[in-house]
C-alpha cells in the first residue's frame, strides 16, 4: 500500500455535496411536474415548483464555485484533455471496464497525484460539467423568466422548446448519475470512493 | 383508417352548433356608415364643435372620455351594420341632446335574440338563466347587466372566429380587468373597494404568464362541456386554486376554450397535443410522447449495464 493521496479539497467537497444534494431535489421535483397527476402526486403540485425553482438557484450559484475553484486552484489541471491518442485512450479504459476488470487485470489509468481521473472520466465529468449543467442552468433560468424567451419559433411556442431542451438533457444527466454512482463503487473497496469525496484521501488499489 | 375519419366526421357534427360560423357579413361594407358619421363626428373624437346658435360662434369642447369609441372597433363587433339610432333613440339626432333621453331604457340581448332561431346555436336563453345564478347578477342584480361585459360599441364574438388563442385570452381578461383592476369602473357597481388582481391571486406563480395564457373564466366557472362560455361566475370560495387543474395530463384545459379551438385545429393537425404545443406550454400537460419513450429506453438500458456488470464482477471475485 502506497501513502494517500488528498485529492479533494474543502471547497472541492462542499461544492460536490451541495451540488448532489440540489441535484436529487431537482430530479424528484422534476419528475414530479413533469408527470403530474390528480390522482397520485408525488409532490403537490405548487410545493414541487417551489422546491425546484429554490434547488436549482443554489445548483446555479454554487455552480460558480465550481468554476472559479477550478479556475483559481489547480484542479482544472485534472480536466486537461489531450486530443492525440484519445481514442486509443478511452478504448484501453472502456475496455478495461468490459473485460479487463474481471481478469484482474490493473487499472490502464491509475490514480496519481498529476492524474486524478482516467480518459473516461475525463470526458464524462468535462461534458457534464460545462456542456449539460450550463445548458440545464440557462434554460432553467429562462423558464423562471419566461418574458425572456422568443415567443414563438416557426410557429413553436418558444416557451415549449425551452422546456424540451431542458427536459432532455435532464434524462442525460440522470444516465451520467446513475453511471456516476455505479462508478464509484469501483474503486479499490466499493465505498472506498465515497469515502474519499467526503474525506479528502485518494485510497489507492 | 376509414373509421377513424367516420368517428372524426361524428365528432365533428356533434359539435357542430360550436363550430358555426358567425351570421353576420364580416366582410362587406358596413351598412350603415354614412348615417352613423353624425354621431361619430362627435363621439369618436376628444375635442367636438358644434354651432352655438346664440352666440354665432363654432365652439370647441372636451368629450367626456367615456363617450368616445374607436370606429375600427365598432365596425369589427357583430353589430356592425347596426345604426347608432337602432339602439339609441333617433332624438339623439339633435343636439343638445334632449336631457329626458337619459331615462330611455335600453335594449337587453334577449329583447332582440330571445327566441330567434337564427341564433339558436348561441344559446342565449341558456346564457341568461345562467348569468342570473352568478355572483354579479345575484349581488348586483339592477345594475349588472349583459352590457358590462359585453360592450355594445365593440363587441365581438372572439371564440367563433379566426383568432389566436393568446388574443382571445387577453380580450376576454380585459373584459374582467377593465372593472376589476379600474376603481372607476368598479365603483359603478359596488362600493367596496378590492385589492388589485395580483394580489389576490398570489398564489399563482408567475401571474403576468398565468394571466396572458388561461382566462379568469377557466377558474372561476364550472367547466361545462355543452357550452364552453360559462355564464356563471362562481363565489371566489369555489375558484379553481389546484394546480393539477390544469397541469396534468387530464387537464380541464382540453374541456374549455382550449376544447373550442381543438376541434378546429384537430382538422388540420390532429391531436390536442400538437394544437396545445402551438400557443403555450403547460408543465405536466404537454407531454411528448417519443421524449417518454427515449428517456425510459435510455434509463433502463443504463440500469441493465449496470446489472449486468455487478453480476459479472460477483461471479469473478
Ligand atoms: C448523488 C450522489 C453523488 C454521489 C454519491 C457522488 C459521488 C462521487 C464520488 C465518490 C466522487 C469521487 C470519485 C471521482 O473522483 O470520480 C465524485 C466526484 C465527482 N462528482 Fe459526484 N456524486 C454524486 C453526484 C454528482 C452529481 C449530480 C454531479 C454533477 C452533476 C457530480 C459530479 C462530480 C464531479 C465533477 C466529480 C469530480 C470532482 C473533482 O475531483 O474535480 N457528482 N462524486
Redesign the interface.
Known sequence: MSEKLYLYPVWLRIWHAINALMFLVLLVTGVS??????DY?LIR??YA??YH?IAGIILAFNYLIFLFGNILTGNAVFYKLRRKGLVDKLLKQMNY?ISG????EHTPFPVTKKRKFNPLQKVAYLATMYMMIPVMIITGVALLF??MIIMNVM???G??LT??LH??VS?FL??FL??HL?FSTMGSSPTSNFKSIVNGYHEPH | MKIRYFLILIFLLSFSSLWAQLNVDMKSEPAKMEDNKRCFDCHSTHIYTFDNPVSGITERKEMNPNFVFNTDAFYSGVHRHFSCTDCHSPDYETFPHNAELRFEPMYSCIDCHGGDEAFASYHFETIEEEFGKSVHASKHNENFNCWMCHNPHSYKAMTRSDFKISEIVSAHNQMCASCHDNPLHFQRISDSTKKPLEEIHKFLPNFKLHFSAVRCIECHTAVEDTMWVAHNILPKEMAVKKCVECHSSSTMLISSLYKYQTIETRKNRGTFNSMLLNETYVIGANRNIYLNIFSIILFGLSLLGVAVHVFFRIKKK
Open positions: 411536474l413533469q408527470y403530474s397527476n390528480p402526486q403540485f405548487d415548483v417551489t425553482n471496464y476488470t474481471f481478469k484482474g419566461p418574458e410557429n413553436l411556442s416557451i415549449y422546456a424540451l427536459g432532455i434524462i440522470l444516465i446513475v453511471i455505479y
